[in-house]
């Protein structure tokens, strides 16, 4: 089934918040945000802009009927600032105004003085000065210090990598209108619509229940707004509260790029230790995590990189560190992998630095240490499946590894003004919340009497297809077409205390919650169509829009069922929950079991390096994926060849630079370069993996969302395979991005 937007999205008509038909009242919100990156506000001087004609409101922290507070973790984070700031562009003042135009105006005219003091923005220099976010975690295994007595290869050094934009299609936006009695209705652009809900009740001191978000879909969250599309639809809110009108803000591109927070830079010290037959016997690091202004997911982001400093090997002794460091950028937050990425960035450039140093291939390292049933992550876990090694083999068999390496050696013989370089990239990534009470979810589901179906869960969608997996979950649980199933927009209305869809586990959850709900409906309806054929209700069975005793179909189809139930006054509503089964976690110990299951994979990335230019282009990935049973091919193929090109822009040509004075250099599209289409591999080989699937899964079907994004690690490692060729002394860079500028720096030292 293709995705069911798919029409919509190339003919223009799917509907995003700037798209909801606006009521003639109608205020626009402009920001007036911070022009430095720390410091105290002498003076803040909103009268000229309150004078100008179409003006009606200056939203400032005075304002504030609640608290001005919108951390979801930690309460360190104001919706606008009060004395301090803390960031370039961090929000101090919404100017409401009857167009767009006159709002960006008055905003300009507010006199604002502020007293600079310095700004922090190296996280290890934040962390000498002791400013943490929270306090620092350490996951061990074995005993690192015992350890390295046994090695006979010890490398150490250090790595850095960079931030990346998010650099959805749709900006962030909301849309407030008032409701009768005071109530407000937000349409937010959210993955979180239940956090927009109960932080708008927080600043505005309003239950939850006078507050409702709807979300019809989203153009791109990608993290970004699992929870940083708070702030917008708090202050519409905030603006209905005042003005009794309806208020939109849709953030300008620079200013979204300016003001919101983005993947975490990390830096890193790593120590990894291998005995002579290149095992990995130890592995010791610790992470900078460059946690910008306020704590935000920033822990959480750190658990998901305590959880995967290993990534799909097994290594009997670790010591793995995180240091969430305050400074003075954007707040950092969820950006696809959640903290993962730069994990598995970490060990799979300590392990090619390695075989870079002792003169080995990378491959063999990797392959010789990937993790097996039985064998522990640092934190206790052990995968239930041997798709790590399972992965690779079938990777071997369909691409066949010593030809894929003999043909970059022999084009590189005959070459001088190009060389190629391979990668290989085994994942191995853990699927839940890692915050155990966070995976749960709901799901409502009507049949209306002339036998079609509506649903509602707490899933969002964003582009990723889980709306059109949720039809065909419906679908199949009730055994009828696709065509009679609507997916509704998601409403706190109707799906309440929903958790941000995030950790690729939408469709997990919701499915699961949906499946449980259907199926609710399937056994009321046998009952019902064992009374009409006066049979016994385990002969009964709904299949294909009809009823069968056993396999003999009979004259009642799915509407004359429907019509009956209905009739003999059976409710054709249900309610679904779904509270992920066998997870614990004890973070004095830090251990346990936090995952579900784990998805696996191995990917091949072939480059080829322009040796005059330091310029590359990314030949080709081949994929042989672990989908579980895939529901959705085309959805979950397209979810890969996405991730993969992020994954490769966020490690090759993204390069998020601040200044100094933390200000955002890369704040335009043409500073900041994302991959196009020219620069997307000319082919991505995908592959299933032969396996019945997880249990755990919807419907045997793996999340499908973050993992692939780690494959874009190989990019990183190819390109230096590349330029080793080319220059015999060149040391393998662990400095991620890898520009253009520092590749030709690499070929002529
Ligand atoms: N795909 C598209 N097209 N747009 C997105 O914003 N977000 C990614 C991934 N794929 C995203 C996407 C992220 S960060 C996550 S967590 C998952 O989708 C969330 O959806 P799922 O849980 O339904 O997989
Ligand atoms: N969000 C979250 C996430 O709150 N917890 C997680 O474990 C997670 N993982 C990935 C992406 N978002
Ligand atoms: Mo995805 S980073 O979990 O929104």
């Known amino acids: 089934m293709k995705n069911k937007d798919s029409k919509g999205h190339v003919t223009g008509r799917s509907i995003y918040i700037d798209d909801i038909p606006e009521n003639k009242e109608i205020l626009y919100g402009a920001l007036v945000t911070s022009p430095v990156s720390h410091g105290i506000i002498e003076e803040l001087d909103i009268s000229a802009a309150e004078a100008v ?15 001005n507070q919108i951390g979801a973790i930690v309460r360190d984070e104001p919706l606008l600032a009060e004395k301090n700031v803390h960031f370039t562009g961090q929000p101090i003042a919404v100017v409401l105004a009857i167009d767009e135009e006159t709002a960006q105006m008055a905003a300009k005219k507010i006199i604002l003085k502020i ?37 006979v290869h010890i490398i150490e050094g250090r790595a850095t990598s960079g931030g990346q934009e998010h650099l959805y299609l749709e900006t962030q936006s909301a849309y407030a209108v008032p409701l009768e009695n005071g109530n407000i209705k937000i349409y937010s652009s959210t993955q979180g619509p239940t956090g927009v809900q109960s932080i708008t009740a927080r600043v505005l001191n309003f239950p939850m229940h006078r507050i409702e978000v709807d979300v019809n879909r989203l153009g791109g969250g990608f993290g970004g707004k699992e929870d940083q599309a708070t702030p917008w639809a708090v202050m519409c809110a905030l603006g209905v509260f005042y003005t009794g009108k309806p208020v939109k803000i849709i953030l300008p591109r620079n200013v979204d790029m300016i003001t919101t927070g983005k993947r975490h830079p990390y830096e890193y010290d790593f120590k990894i230790g291998l005995d002579k037959n290149l095992k990995i016997i130890a592995f010791e690091a610790v992470y900078y995590q460059n946690g910008g202004a306020a704590t935000d997911l920033s822990p959480a982001i750190m658990e998901r990189t305590l959880f995967h400093v290993t990534n799909a090997y097994f290594i009997p002794n670790v010591k793995a560190t995180v240091h969430s460091c305050r400074t003075n950028i954007p707040p950092s937050t969820a950006f696809r992998g959640f903290g993962a990425p730069q994990a598995m960035f970490l060990i799979e450039s300590a392990i090619a630095k390695a075989a870079d140093v002792l003169g080995v291939s990378t491959i063999e390292i990797q392959k010789k240490n990937l993790i097996r049933k039985g064998e522990t992550f640092p934190y206790g876990q052990s995968p ?25 050696e022999e084009y590189n013989k005959t070459h001088l003004a190009k060389k190629k370089g391979y990668a290989l990239t085994p994942i191995c990534f853990g699927i839940s919340f890692t915050n155990k009470s966070m995976n749960q979810a709901r799901a409502l589901v009507h049949i209306y009497y002339d036998g079609s179906i509506g649903i509602s869960t707490g899933a969002i969608e964003m582009g990723q297809g889980v709306n059109t997996k949720l039809m065909q979950v419906a679908a199949k649980t009730l055994s009828v077409n696709t065509k009679r199933v609507k997916i509704e927009s998601t409403n706190t209305t109707r799906v309440s205390n929903t958790s941000p869809t995030a950790a690729s586990s939408g469709a997990d959850l919701n499915g699961k919650a949906l499946e449980i709900a259907c199926r609710k409906l399937y056994i009321k309806l046998i009952k019902v169509a064992a009374g009409m054929l006066n049979a016994s209700e385990n002969d009964i069975i709904l299949k294909d829009e009809n009823v069968f005793i056993v396999d003999k179909k009979t004259d009642i189809t799915w509407e004359k069922l429907i019509m009956t139930a209905h009739f003999e006054r059976i409710g054709l509503t249900e309610n679904g929950h779904y509270a992920t089964p066998g997870l614990h976690f004890d973070t004095k110990k830090e251990q346990g079991n936090p995952f579900a299951y784990y998805v696996f994979g191995v990917a091949g990335t072939i480059v080829t390096v322009d040796t005059i230019r330091g310029t590359y282009q990314i030949d080709k990935v081949n994929i042989v994926h672990d989908f579980g049973n895939t529901i959705n091919k085309i959805i979950d193929y397209g979810q890969i060849e996405g991730a993969v090109m992020q994954g490769i822009g966020w490690l090759t040509i993204e390069d998020l630079q601040f200044a100094e004075n933390g200000r955002l250099l890369a704040n335009t599209l043409s500073t900041y370069k994302i991959p196009d289409i020219y620069f997307t591999p000319q082919k991505i080989n995908i592959s299933e993996l032969k396996t019945k699937g997880h249990e755990a899964a919807i419907l045997k079907s793996k999340a499908v969302g973050e993992p692939p994004f780690n494959y874009g690690i190989g990019s990183f490692i190819a390109i230096q395979q590349a330029i080793k060729s080319f220059n015999k002394n060149y040391n393998f860079s662990l400095d991620a991005p890898l520009t253009n500028e520092k590749v030709l720096i690499g070929l002529y030292d």
């Open 53 to 67: 004609f179409g003006v009606v409101k200056v939203l400032t922290a005075h304002d504030i009927p609640g608290e």
């Open 115 to 151: 007293k600079e003091i310095e700004a922090v923005i190296d996280p290890r220099l934040a962390a000498e000065k002791k400013q943490f976010l929270v306090p620092s975690r350490t996951f061990k295994q074995g005993d690192v210090t015992n350890a390295w007595g046994k090695c």
């Open 384 to 408: 239930d499946q041997d798709n790590a090694v399972k992965v690779w083999e079938q990777y071997d068999e369909e691409f066949n590894i010593n030809n894929e390496i003999k043909k970059v």
